[in-house]
């Protein structure tokens, strides 16, 4: 498949790398010329043109600018599949959502047309590469509220080696979200670091 990240950081370079096996992928850049000495080897393009060429669009770029580069799409996004990998943090690293709405959704009402699904957003950027800390596969939190989109995303998670589980319709963004942000808190607040993940555990 034809898959946009729009973004080149941290998360664009880790998941773009693992999905690069078996997917083209195009990086949506606001300045393409200035990001291509950060990904020499990438095919990087111009927002618009990078989500108007793709099947699949992913949105990594921090929540407060998700609006301007769904902006920047020029409707790009209409009919497709977009991944928003979120995690609501306002400028000071603080929570930036109550609990009766998530960055999902809100990305949903901006992006009109598009079948918006939350992924990704509870594993580190340096973890996505295999989507595994040694041989444990990283739970990675699903939810959207077309389940053919769902499942598109269900598979591209299984295909990078995370363990993708369905918590439900997008509004269940509520739950995965403030999860990330409990992440970031271990990780970073009590020191962890960054090879640290989640494993759902089931009985059987
Ligand atoms: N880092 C993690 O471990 C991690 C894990 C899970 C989820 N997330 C989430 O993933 C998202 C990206 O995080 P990151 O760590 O990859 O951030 P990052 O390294 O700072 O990269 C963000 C990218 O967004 C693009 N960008 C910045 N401002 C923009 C704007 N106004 N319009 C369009 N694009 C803009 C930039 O690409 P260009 O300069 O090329 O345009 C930049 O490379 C965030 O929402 C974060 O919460 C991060």
Known sequence: MKIAIIGTGNVASNLGAALSNSNEIVYGSRNPAEAKAK????????????????EIIILAVPYEHAKDAIKE?????EGKILIDVSNPLDKNRRWAKGFSESAAEEIA???KGAKVVKAFNTIFAQNMKTGALGSEKLATFIAGDDEQAKSTVIDLAKSIGMDPVDVGTLEKARFIEPAGLLLIELGYGKKMGTGIGFKLVKSQ
């Open 39 to 54: 990904l020499p080897n990438a095919n990087i393009k111009r927002i618009e043109e990078a989500a108007k060429e793709s």
């Open 73 to 77: 799409m020029k409707k790009g996004e």
């Open 109 to 111: 009402k901006h992006a």
